[in-house]
């Protein structure tokens, strides 16, 4: 499966009178866009902004982030069984508007959204301080309940992603990137002596607007499968997800997950990709049984040498990630996880809820319950009344003077545990 | 009583009782109101028991 991916450079976004690409600035008709998110009458009303890196702007509460991407050649389009019917993705060409992305606001839906500051200390925890945000503030109809109200949010921004990617359908990127994932036999064939790698993604599946979302499917109801790498980058795998926001994979960082891209990096030289495992993060003990059960199982079958597992989230998935560990380790095959840790705000607590003897090899992300300090931004999107309730804050976070107090678990992304964040440890 | 009994051991529980689900531990909104009061009281019934059976190492009551 060959997929090329045509990066087009954004450096700025516009409103004007059209909508339009031009050199690398992406302008956008207002009336346009607000039109599309206003098309499903769940939505009462949406309020459009533009947030640049360095700008003293603080969005929150933040849902999601998408980057808008649309389908050149190939099958199917992008967000299949979204904005597109289902149709298998990942073949072909897809043009990628890279430097901007859509971010979603509005009342909360949850108490685990987030916070993105585009510039001071904030900024330096989440990757979307360096992107050019379009920012829907989205305000629901009367009585609508929080599911529905999540669903809305997170079909307005595919539907305006993807509304957006289409401007770049005929633009020549800048950039082309060439993935090439080969099937079983062809790899075996082409690298018969490097080691056999796979990578099992964890999608946060706990219902209750914990929620992720493959080709249209709730990834609750789901056995853990295989996706083919590239499908990812179509946005085959969506966020529908209030978990805290720092370690929450927005569809954004799915569609550019970086434990895939440097597998194809390093895919021919040092190892030979052999494929991604997807499985989920569910309440039910069996379930977490069943599904790490499985994911040992395929792991065993593809005959790996070794796999990566990334969690997404804490608390309870640390059992799904340590179940998902244990078993494929059991089977001959070594694992080395990627999570992050809530280990207190003085570090001196135990990072994860479960651990074992097994889990000998781990990435973290950081640690979610450091304490910040972020200042008073001249310019707020969305509300920032929520900041005292969302999962790192506390009855008191946002000061008299506009700043904030909270931990690090606020800020969008800021502890990813695909790896996307800035923070680490040795 | 607790839904992830894993992390039970892993803690260092004694006697472990494995409940429902994670968001509803001791209940089962999928039940009717007469079901559920059942499953609660066999669930606190069991935890009873469980404290008055004598261990000698972690044990989870199934």
């Known amino acids: 499966m060959k997929l090329e991916l045509g990066l087009i450079h954004v450096t700025d976004v516009q409103f004007g009178p059209e909508s339009k690409i031009e050199g690398s600035v992406v302008y956008l008709n207002e009336e346009e866009i607000k039109k599309i998110v206003l098309e499903d009458e769940t939505i009462k009303s949406v309020k459009l902004d533009i947030a640049r890196p360095g700008e003293s702007v603080r969005i929150t509460p933040v849902k999601d982030v998408v980057e808008p991407r649309v389908k050149v050649e190939g099958r199917g389009g992008v967000f299949p069984g979204w904005t597109h019917k289902v149709d298998t993705v990942g073949e072909g060409k897809t043009n990628v508007l890279k430097g901007m992305a859509v971010v979603t606001t509005g009342k909360i839906v949850g108490f685990q959204e987030g916070v993105i500051d585009m510039v001071g200390e904030g900024a330096k925890y989440t990757p979307f301080s360096k992107t050019v945000n379009l920012v829907l503030d989205i305000e629901p109809v009367e009585g609508l309940k929080q599911h529905e109200y999540e669903k809305a949010v997170r079909l307005a921004n595919l539907k305006v992603s993807t509304a957006i990617g289409e401007l770049a359908r005929n633009i020549t990127p800048d950039e082309v990137k060439v993935y090439e994932h080969d099937t079983i036999m062809e790899g075996i064939k082409k690298y018969p002596d490097l080691p056999r790698v796979g990578y099992v993604l964890m999608l946060q599946s706990q219902g209750l607007l914990h929620d992720t979302y493959v080709y249209g499917v709730d990834a609750k109801q789901t056995l853990t499968t295989m996706i083919m790498p590239t499908e990812i980058f179509d946005g085959a795998i969506v966020s529908g997800n209030c978990v805290s926001a720092c370690d ?163 800020i969008t992304s800021s502890t990813n545990e695909q790896g996307f964040g800035k923070l680490s440890a040795r | 009583m607790c839904t992830v009994t894993p992390i039970s051991l892993t803690v260092g529980a004694n006697r472990i009782v494995p409940t429902i689900a994670i968001p509803h531990p001791l209940g089962n909104p999928a039940l009717d109101h007469d079901e559920e009061k059942k499953l609660r009281r066999r669930l606190v019934e069991k935890a009873l028991k469980a404290l008055q059976t004598p261990i000698d190492d972690q044990t989870i009551f199934e």
């Open chain 1, 248 to 410: 929450k994979n927005p569809t954004y960082i799915h569609e550019n997950n970086p434990v895939v891209e440097e597998l194809f990096a390093q895919h021919g030289k040092t190892l030979n990709f052999v494929g991604v495992i997807i499985t989920n993060e569910n309440v039910y003990l069996a379930d977490k049984m069943r599904s790490s059960d499985w994911s040992a199982k395929l792991c065993k079958y593809l005959g790996l040498d070794g796999v990566i597992i990334s969690q997404e989230g804490f608390g309870n998935p640390d059992t799904d990630l340590i179940m998902n560990c244990k078993k494929i380790e059991a089977e001959g095959v070594k694992t080395v996880l990627i999570t992050d840790e809530y280990a207190g705000q003085d570090g001196a607590s135990q990072s994860l809820a479960d651990a074992d003897v097994a889990a000998d090899a781990v990435v973290t992300g950081g640690n979610a319950n450091v304490v910040v300090h972020l200042p008073k931004l001249d310019k707020v999107i969305g509300h920032i009344e929520y900041v005292d309730t969302i999962a790192g804050g506390w009855s008191g976070s946002l000061q008299p003077d506009g700043s904030i107090i909270a931990e690090l678990q606020v």
